[in-house]
């Protein structure tokens, strides 16, 4: 028996390293039921989901599981059982695809304030703060289901990526089944064990038995469950640093990042410094106990089929419709040694009638994983033998894996080497279920403990520093860990999709009939412990290598030798939101300093033909505040955007340099010298003011979302809080309500 003292401290299903679990069960009659919904994007509120579901089964509940789309599975309005529900945010506050019908459908009107007064819920909302609307899908749906008379059993947790998620997650898992307890324990008290319970002769509550182990003593161990790890079965929530388990309906955490520890030698020996790192340790955490999750249970078998040499062309798939375009003009815009290299692409769409956008739209391109990559990774998984082989992806028929499926971006019978480059996202951080997987498949005892340790609560600080934040891919860490060899379906189970990269329109049909344009920035990771050399983003990499051999567009049309241009697969997005204001007559500011002003030159076109075409119409003032480092290097569109001056379609352009002309990097910028857009901005305080808050004008804000856009967002409440004479709460109320009214919008990106 476990002493009550260690039960308090740790509950059933955490221990640590160093001690097994042995879970005998004792008979009941009834299992009590809960449901837990998710809406997922990527993968990992379905990740989330799923490990609820699966701890409930350890715990003796029994838990359906459900995607939000899956309406022929749950009934919530007839539903007594508590309801869980984890949910992302995508795009600009968006709900997931899988999510969008249910949101819809409890936004409807015509249901009565008690249409959900029977209802119990939890909710788990993930998003990143680097971005305005943060978890308002999960928002969206809180603040529906309340006013449709649903009762919260337990408060809301909002798991923010920008400083990492476990942080919030970790404590309200933590919490999670006390709270479903009790509200279980309330409905059988009111009457409701019936609708909240099913008859499942099988086991209850766990005793637990700890049996002392000695780190890596795989050789007197003999576990009882395949899915126990060779150390340690412990907790299958996600790991994170150590946080208070109070929560509040909006928690919030202050997140320092750890500095490199060094250790010394003692007097006498010879000096050594020695650095943590991706590889190793250093104490406390080198000799601590560790928490880690449970082992995924693995629920994918994967089988090989060889083929002709004779193999048909394979294409990447999408639920939207995909074309396949031609590169008809690829230019450099930065010049000299600027510190970005920008480029702006055109696309040839003549072929493609149906593929119709307006300025500001946004669409997606579609690119493979690098060769290369690919080919170490099969090298690595020892199938470069089968990399033509086709792949065929199954249940397991004894997986013990909660609503386990074959993942729907997977498709049958498509070659290894297809798979890996346009299936998989094998650049994605791994996340701490991977490395615990991971663990199963090291032979050496250091690595494996040092895989434990980066997966454990104790090593969250460890695991943001040498993994999460320098964003190692799969490739890297299995290079950092040699004695790893995870078999493929371990890979397919725990990779998510590969997601095309999104842009925005940077043209106008109205200027350029049967073309699209786009500019973006070629991405640099810099060489980082587990990332010896660096290497450019995966996408921006990829356009990059396309055109990039002399940069020699357009090619002529009328010479025969010319090789055929590079194409291209893209689809437009479905949201349409950054678009001009339907009435011509209203003023409007654009603020976009880098590639942040590719919309804008679009919406400049567009304005600029209008006028054109209806001379003698009414159009609202223009404005354009771009900012970039230096006047020479990387000041994009620059004739363009002064002809735009010059012909008044764009009224007024403030720019702004700021790495240029400053003598003291300290002195704060002046008048003189505005460094950054949102310093023109409040030079141009009562004009801004006066079109947002009394011309009904609008703003449009593109770029950094980290950064700039928070930057401009404080400096527009400033500005409204001294024009308006409020408090800060009623300027930040008075944005948000020109948010509301779309006259506030932003395409920003982390």
């Known amino acids: 028996m476990v002493p009550a003292r260690l039960r308090r401290l740790y509950p059933a299903r955490k221990v640590f390293l160093g001690l097994s679990v042995q879970v005998c069960c004792m008979p009941c009659e009834a299992k009590p039921r809960f449901v837990v919904l998710y809406g997922s994007q990527k993968g990992q509120a379905q990740s989330i989901a799923e490990g609820v579901a699966e701890e409930a089964e350890e715990r003796g509940l029994v838990a359906d599981l459900c995607c939000l789309d899956q309406s ?445 344009r786009f500019v973006f920035s070629v991405v640099d990771f810099p060489a980082c412990s587990g990332r010896p050399a660096g290497r450019r983003g995966l996408c921006t990499g990829w356009l990059f290598d396309l055109v990039n051999p002399g940069l020699a567009f357009p090619v002529k049309a009328e010479s025969p030798s010319s090789p055929a241009p590079p194409k291209i697969h893209v689809g437009l997005r479905p949201n349409c939101s950054f678009r001009l204001p339907s009435d011509p007559s209203v003023p409007f500011i654009m603020i976009g300093p880098g590639t942040g002003v590719a919309p804008f030159v679009g919406f400049l076109q567009q304005r600029e033909e209008e006028r054109k075409e209806k001379p003698e119409a009414e159009f609202g003032e223009t404005w354009l505040f771009f900012g970039c480092r230096y006047r020479d290097r990387d000041y994009l569109f620059r004739e363009e955007l002064e002809h735009f001056v010059s012909s008044g379609t764009l009224n007024h352009l403030k720019v702004c340099f700021s790495r240029e002309d400053r003598k003291d990097e300290q002195e704060p910028p002046s008048a003189a010298q505005p460094r950054y857009v949102q310093h023109n901005l409040l030079l141009c305080r009562q004009q801004v003011s006066d079109i947002l808050l009394r011309q009904n004008g609008y703003i449009y804000v593109c770029g950094d979302a980290k950064n700039m856009a928070k930057e401009v967002n404080e400096t527009l409440v400033e500005m409204i809080k001294t024009e308006l004479q409020v408090d800060q709460l009623e300027a930040m109320k008075t944005l948000a309500g020109l948010r509301d009214e779309k006259r506030y919008l932003q395409d920003i990106w982390a």
């Open 72 to 516: 022929e599975k749950y009934n919530l309005e007839k539903e007594r059982a508590p309801v869980v529900f984890v949910v992302s945010t995508t795009g600009d506050g968006e709900p997931p695809d899988n999510a969008l019908r249910f949101v819809k459908s409890i936004k409807k009107r015509t249901l009565s304030p008690d249409h959900y007064k029977h209802l119990l819920y939890a909710l788990l909302a993930l998003g990143d703060t680097n971005y305005a609307n943060f978890c308002n899908c999960g928002k969206t749906i809180e603040r529906r289901l309340q006013q449709l008379g649903a009762k919260q059993f337990y408060p809301t947790g909002y798991a923010d990526d920008g400083v990492g998620l476990e942080l919030v997650i970790d404590p309200w898992l933590e919490g999670l089944w006390n709270a479903i307890k009790d509200a279980l324990s309330k409905m059988a008290s009111d009457g409701n064990r019936d609708d909240a319970a099913r008859e499942i002769p099988d086991s209850s509550l766990p005793d637990v038995q700890l049996n002392l182990l000695s780190i890596g003593d795989k050789q007197n161990y003999e576990p009882d469950s395949k899915y126990a790890s060779p150390s340690v079965v412990s907790d299958a929530r996600p790991a994170s640093s150590a946080v208070s388990a109070g929560l509040t309906s909006r928690p919030t955490f202050s997140v320092s990042t750890p500095t490199p520890k060094t250790r010394a030698c003692g007097e006498g020996a010879a000096h050594v410094s020695l650095a943590a790192s991706l590889r190793s340790s250093l104490p406390p955490l080198s000799e601590s106990s560790l928490n880690v999750p449970a082992l995924p249970p693995p629920y994918l078998d994967v089988t090989f089929q060889e083929t002709d040499a004779a193999e048909q062309a394979f294409e990447p798939s999408s639920k939207e419709t995909l074309y396949q375009v031609p590169v008809s003009k690829a230019v450099q815009l930065s010049k000299g040694d600027s510190v970005k290299t920008a480029l702006l692409l055109e696309l040839d769409i003549s072929g493609c009638p149906s593929l119709s956008y307006q300025p500001g739209d946004a669409f997606d391109v579609f690119c493979p994983n690098r060769a290369e990559e690919v080919d170490q990774l099969l090298h690595r998984l020892g199938l470069q033998d089968q990399r033509n082989h086709r792949v065929q992806i199954t249940l397991r028929e004894d997986t013990k894996k909660k609503g386990a499926q074959v993942p729907p971006h997977i498709p049958q019978n498509v070659p290894l080497l297809f798979l890996l480059t346009w299936c998989l996202e094998i650049r994605s951080v791994p996340k701490k279920a991977f490395l615990r997987a991971l663990v199963e498949h090291t032979s050496d005892s250091g690595q494996r403990r040092r895989l434990q340790e980066l997966c454990s609560k104790q090593g969250a600080s460890d695991y943001n520093l040498y993994v999460r934040e320098p964003s190692l891919g799969v490739s890297e860490l299995l290079a950092a860990f040699p004695s790893c060899s995870p078999p493929l379906s371990l890979l397919v189970e725990l990779l998510p999709k590969l997601q095309a990269r999104p842009y925005s329109a940077a043209s106008s049909r109205l200027r350029h009939p049967e073309k699209l």
